[in-house]
């Protein structure tokens, strides 16, 4: 990316680049069954992913559902939300 480039693009756009996630958090208030379905239709999970992502949850208090560019994790943060559970998005952090 030369400078020219660089300089037309806002602050918020380079806080925004790279990969971001979001995390599902527990909710004693939604069943398995909820979860599960929202994270097939929602995420794009298969029945394995979704039943394990909503048993970490369960048990740690958190799990990360989605990974993708800033734009489209707010798109699918949104549904989640729209959908009843509690989620959060956060800059991706490669630990591996």
Known sequence: MNNVQLSEMS?????????????????????????????VEICGHN????????LLTDKTGACS?????????EYVY??????GLQAKIQKYKNNV
């Open 11 to 39: 602050k918020k756009q380079l806080n925004k680049r790279g990969k971001w996630e979001i995390v599902l958090q527990n909710s004693n208030t939604i069943s398995f069954d909820h979860v599960i379905t929202c994270l």
């Open 47 to 54: 029945e394995f992913q979704a039943n394990q992502c909503a």
């Open 65 to 73: 559902v989605f990974i993708d560019k800033h734009t489209n994790c």
């Open 78 to 83: 949104e549904l989640l939300i729209k959908s």
